[in-house]
């Protein structure tokens, strides 16, 4: 997991559509990017993303784990631009696609520095042993990659 973190207008989408593009060889399934800007609701996140991948969720069934079920198989690079509204519900999905999926490599970029993030990156190691909270904010270095 890479995340991004600076100021409007600091090149943030432009340095991670550069960094996917000389990493494209990597992805045989491509590279994804997900606007979150337009999202007023955080809890339209997972929507988004699956829109993202052309995927059309079923009805009854949560869509993070239709997520990680159909990105399973694949190799791809997840771009998540503008998390800072709502950093949380990114956060809890890219834990549950990081737990579930070996293959998975997510680049998120923001505003601010999210301490959900933090705690994530802390523990991508081992997804299973934490959860991130709101509660948890431990201090981490604010970009962190996971291979």
Request: proline residues 6%; aromatic residues 2%.
């Amino acid at each position: 997991m890479l995340t991004l973190i600076g100021t409007g207008g600091a090149d943030k989408t432009r340095l991670a559509l550069a960094i996917a593009h000389e990493s494209a060889e990597h992805f045989a399934d491509g590279i994804v990017w997900a606007d979150l800007t337009s999202l007023a609701d955080a809890a339209l996140v997972p929507t988004a993303i699956a829109l993202a991948l052309d995927l059309s969720p079923a009805a009854g069934r949560p869509i993070a784990e239709q997520l990680a079920r159909a990105l399973r198989p694949r190799q791809t690079l997840l771009l998540l631009d503008n998390c800072e509204h709502v950093v949380a519900a990114v956060a809890d999905l890219v834990f549950v696609l990081l737990a579930g999926l070996d293959d998975i490599q997510t680049a998120l970029y923001s505003r601010i520095r999210a301490p959900e993030l933090d705690q994530m990156a802390c523990s991508s190691a081992s997804p299973s042993t934490a959860r991130p909270t709101s509660q948890a904010r431990p201090s981490a270095p604010s970009t962190v990659e996971r291979a």
